[in-house]
């Protein structure tokens, strides 16, 4: 399943490669229980596939 966000994204570039990296990042995403990565990724995530926002580690200034 490819998000809106993403189909956006690859129309302003025109690099294939960038659109099968996004779409191999969602995929891994998906199908993972729960990713951990840097701060970064929890807001690229947040903006581009809320959908999957719950799979990801939030950043430590976000944990109670």
């Known amino acids: 399943m490819r998000s809106?966000?993403?189909a956006?994204?690859?129309?302003?570039?025109?690099?294939?490669e960038l659109a099968e990296d996004l779409q191999g990042i969602y995929d891994f995403i998906?199908?993972?229980?729960?990713?951990?990565?840097?701060d970064e990724l929890y807001t690229i995530v947040s903006e581009l596939w809320p959908e999957l926002l719950h799979k990801v580690k939030p950043p430590r200034s976000l944990m109670h």
């Open 8 to 16: 956006l994204i690859v129309k302003d570039y025109a690099h294939k």
């Open 30 to 38: 998906a199908d993972a229980e729960i990713v951990a990565g840097p």
């Open 4 to 6: 809106s966000a993403m």
